[in-house]
């Protein structure tokens, strides 16, 4: 079936560091990537898409890139903010009907400190 | 962006009796809601699917008779988790289906004592 790694966490930055947060998938077919983040006490909110390989999505300063040889859509940011810190999930999608999952990788936690 | 309630954020019960939490969809209509449970450091785990008007999809695994969902509303599903017990503790989470894209709510922390 379909599953999503991603890396072990959690991971703390400083302010204006540079954010990697590496994330590879198993599917059957082509599926749409995607990363949500949770801030600290709300829902998940989608943050960024990829619908097909060499694809981008970016939102935020945040960007992804569809990787179908490496099998990966891995997180970066150029330089990250205290605000920024929160729970991220990657995850996946086959099929764009309505009744279509999403398969969750377990999550990040990222801590940006002043 | 649109807007999925949940409610209620945090409730603890006494093992034994059952717990009902609901997902509003407060700016759109959604045909299709989602029903996840979040252990301490795992993903999200689907449920169910459930669709307006018909019986929830349960994933393997998954009790039918211990977690009652119902969709009686294009705004609206419950999730009820009867005969609670300790292990049902959790974080669980709805999401609604919009045109392109699933809204989540904010999620319920369930303590069964």
């Known amino acids: 079936g379909d599953s999503v790694t991603q890396m072990e966490g959690p991971v703390t930055l400083s302010e204006e560091a540079f954010l990697t947060i590496n994330c590879t998938y198993t599917a059957t077919g082509y599926p749409s990537l995607f990363w949500y983040v949770q801030y600290p006490g709300e829902g998940l909110q989608l943050l960024l898409k990829a619908t097909k390989a060499d694809d981008k999505g970016s939102n935020k300063g945040f960007e992804a890139t569809y990787r179908k040889e490496t099998t990966s859509f891995h997180l970066e940011k150029g330089s990250v903010q205290v605000s920024d810190s929160a729970v991220y999930f990657c995850a996946l999608s086959e099929g764009a009907g309505a009744n279509s999952k999403l398969t969750f990788g377990k999550g990040i936690t990222l801590s940006v400190r002043p | 962006g649109a807007v999925v309630s949940q409610h209620p954020s945090r409730v603890i019960c006494k093992s034994g009796t059952s717990v009902k939490i609901e997902c509003r969809s407060l700016?759109?209509?959604?045909?299709?809601m989602f029903w996840y449970r979040q252990f301490p450091k795992k993903s999200l785990m689907l449920m169910a699917t459930?669709?307006?008007?018909?019986?929830?999809?349960?994933e393997q695994g998954v009790e039918k008779d211990k977690f009652l969902i119902n969709h009686a509303s294009l705004t609206l599903s419950t999730l009820t988790v009867t005969s609670a017990h300790p292990e049902d503790s959790s974080f669980y989470i709805c999401?609604?289906?919009?045109?392109?894209?699933?809204?989540f709510g904010q999620g319920t922390r369930l303590t069964v004592v």
């Open positions: 700016d759109f209509q959604a045909t299709t």
């Open positions: 999401s609604a289906k919009g045109r392109t894209e699933a809204f």
């Open positions: 459930s669709n307006e008007g018909s019986k929830a999809t349960y």
